[in-house]
């Protein structure tokens, strides 16, 4: 066997600790019963990281993020430090993960499972069969532009400013992921921005339609402004199979893309970056979902997105398909067995708890291991 691979895990604020919490009994159930060691390192990010150290994310452990094969992430943010100074706040942290690692393809998969095609808040034959994947783009645009801030006028009313910005390389390699995504889906990509208003929609465009020139013919392109996308999504899901844009309208568009699977508990999320030498690509993966603060705390969270988000990372950081695919399964079989966290609950169904599902999903692996 090879050197372990490492995992920094960041539980982060609100439901990420209890969530996480269950992904460890996977990784200790695949230790056990698989003989896949990881070596789990645990540090604080967001908020938690605030009170502890002044700042929602220590050099140290960025170091420790740099170091590592991959990063498990919680959720970050709550009320608790919506007055913190913006360069402080729990967000901060995250988006300097993303930044410094360079993660800029982010993949927001969308994909219905049977058992809750019910909860959607879509009619259930818009969204039965549903499998999108949202790439955002991450490390660009307005999060990160300069200029920002804001100002007082000499008249002493304020003046606040953001700058979307991008690059041809910035455009070019998300949309080469999105394209090589679609190759191994239904071929079809649709490239979402707003060339109608927006400088930098008219060059994603053009570098979007070059990158698709440049070997990727065998794919299907198609472009599209983002409020059409909008609507699109909640008129007809089914049309799109991968959808590549920029960090804003990726941000909103999957929030979106989510609620349509009947809940935003159920989603995960990989953040890529480049390959290196070797091939391999630095990495994070989190759930799409927040820190929910009104249940955290009450083992009533869904910790389902958590356990797909770790998923995805033994498929896209340690190539274990295999066993991606045994943990998607149990997720899956566990819903069919009926039973279901708050969030997506309904009638007939039996309500349990995070623990619970947490374990439910262990007691299948063990079933499907055999
Ligand atoms: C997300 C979140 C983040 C974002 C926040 C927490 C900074 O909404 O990952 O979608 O806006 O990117
Ligand atoms: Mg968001």
Same mark, same amino acid.
């Given at each position: ?33 698989? *003989?896949?060691?990881?070596?789990? %390192? ?13 700042? @929602? ?7 420790? +993020? ?21 360069? *402080? ?30 909860? @959607? ?54 949309? =080469? ?10 071929? =079809? ?33 198609? *472009? ?33 893309? +989510? ?9 995960? @999320?990989?953040?890529?970056? +480049?390959?290196?030498?070797?091939? =391999? ?7 799409? *979902? ?18 797909? @988000? ?26 069919? %067995? ?17 623990? =619970?599902?947490?374990? +439910? ?10």
């Amino acid at each position: 066997m090879a050197a372990n691979k490492k995992l920094l895990m960041l539980p982060g604020d609100g439901i990420g600790p209890e969530v996480m919490n269950q992904v460890n009994r996977v990784i200790d159930w695949m230790d056990k019963t698989r *003989h896949v060691s990881f070596d789990v %390192s645990e540090d604080l990010i967001g908020g938690a990281c605030y009170d502890e150290h002044g700042e @929602s994310l220590t050099d140290k452990t960025m170091a420790e +993020a740099m170091n590592v094969d991959a990063v498990l992430l919680g959720a970050v943010g709550g009320p608790k430090w919506d007055n913190v100074e913006r360069f *402080h706040r729990p967000e901060q942290g995250l988006l300097r993960l993303r930044k410094d690692m360079d993660l800029f393809a982010n993949l927001r998969p969308a994909a219905v499972f049977p058992a809750l095609a019910e909860a @959607s808040s879509l009619k259930p034959e818009l969204v039965a069969g549903l499998d999108m994947l949202i790439v955002r783009e991450l490390t660009g645009g307005v999060y990160f532009g300069q200029p920002r801030g804001i100002e007082t006028l000499d008249d002493g009313s304020k003046r606040a400013v953001d700058t979307q910005v991008y690059t041809t390389a910035e455009i070019d390699r998300v949309c =080469r992921v999105a394209f090589e995504m679609a190759r191994k889906r239904q071929k =079809r990509v649709t490239s979402v921005e707003k060339a109608n208003v927006m400088e930098t929609g008219v060059l994603w465009r053009e570098v979007a339609a070059a990158a698709h020139a440049d070997g990727y013919e065998d794919v299907e392109l198609s *472009h599209m402004y983002a409020d059409n996308c909008a609507m699109q999504l909640v008129r007809e899901p089914k049309q799109f199979d991968v959808i590549v844009t920029d960090n804003l309208f990726g941000d909103i568009l999957s929030d979106c893309a +989510a609620m349509l699977t009947g809940s935003l508990g159920m989603l995960p @999320s990989a953040s890529l970056g +480049a390959p290196d030498e070797s091939g =391999r690509r630095k990495a994070m993966y989190e759930p799409v *979902h927040g820190t929910a603060p009104d249940i955290a705390g009450k083992d009533k969270a869904n910790p389902l997105a958590m356990i797909l @988000s770790y998923a995805l990372c033994l498929r896209y950081s340690f190539d274990m398909a295999e066993d991606a695919g045994l943990v998607e399964q149990a997720v899956r079989n566990v819903l069919e %067995s009926g039973l279901r966290t708050g969030d997506i609950m309904q009638p007939g169904m039996t309500e349990v708890s995070c623990t =619970r599902m947490g374990e +439910a999903v262990t007691e299948e692996l063990g079933k499907l291991a055999g």
